[in-house]
T-cell receptor, first 113, second 114 residues
Framework: AQSVTQLDSQVPVFEEAPVELRCNYS??????LFWYVQYPNQGLQLLLK??????LVESINGFEAEFNKSQTSFHLRKPSVHISDTAEYFC???????????FGKGTMLLVSP | GAGVSQSPSNKVTEKGKDVELRCDPI?????LYWYRQRLGQGLEFLIY????????KSGLPSDRFSAERTGESVSTLTIQRTQQEDSAVYLC????????????FGSGTRLTVV
């Protein structure tokens, strides 16, 4: 069985500050890792994913996440956030060869001026 | 179509009534998934269809829940004798293949049972 833990339900930050959203997973086999974002009143959108290769993956809007196998983590970071980054962020994992994603409970990122 | 389409976007129903939710996946996507998102909770897996294989129903919470999909097209999720705890956003997603591709989600159906 696999599971995802997002310890922080809410992360308040000021605009232009750095942020890290934490994600830890448990799985007995190789994994694929994903971050999804849900803006207010919108559906979930894929932000970035790790499949294999380089452990550092980036999105087009400045977010990055690093796969750390020894710590079973896939934390999401951004060096300087904008008001428009306010959204809920979901970490998800799937086992290679099996398609169903298991999601964390989400972290609400609240960016204020 | 260009994206995953779900209807209705909102549904209010009385306790005990049956409801049917529809999902139209991206053309060519062989895999289709239903998830439930209750207030303050993560996404809860319900059911998964892959092509013409038997669906994975392991996430359905009770026998009041069922889903169908014809080939690689539209899927319907049916909830019989709705209860207040069924109130949630029901999300449908599709993907071109299993595993590595991630999902494209629809905007969801917000179900409120009163």
């Amino acid at each position: 069985a696999q599971s995802v833990t997002q310890l922080d339900s809410q992360v308040p930050v000021f605009e232009e500050a750095p942020v890290e959203l934490r994600c830890n997973y448990s799985s007995s086999v190789s994994v694929y890792l994903f971050w999804y974002v849900q803006y207010p009143n919108q559906g979930l959108q894929l932000l970035l994913k790790y499949l294999s290769g380089s452990t550092l993956v980036e999105s087009i809007n400045g977010f990055e996440a690093e796969f750390n196998k020894s710590q079973t983590s896939f934390h999401l970071r951004k060096p300087s956030v904008h008001i428009s980054d306010t959204a809920e962020y979901f970490c998800a994992v799937s086992n290679s060869g099996y398609s169903t994603l298991t999601f964390g409970k989400g972290t609400m990122l609240l960016v204020s001026p | 179509g260009a994206g995953v389409s779900q209807s209705p976007s909102n549904k209010v129903t009385e306790k005990g009534k049956d409801v049917e939710l529809r999902c139209d996946p991206i053309s060519g996507h062989t895999a289709l998934y239903w998830y439930r998102q209750r207030l303050g909770q993560g996404l809860e897996f319900l059911i998964y269809f892959q092509g013409n294989s038997a669906p994975d129903k392991s996430g359905l919470p009770s026998d009041r829940f069922s889903a169908e999909r014809t080939g690689e097209s539209v899927s319907t999720l049916t909830i019989q004798r709705t209860q207040q705890e069924d109130s949630a956003v029901y999300l449908c997603a599709s993907s071109p293949r299993t595993g590595a591709y991630g999902y494209t989600f629809g905007s969801g159906t917000r179900l409120t049972v009163v």
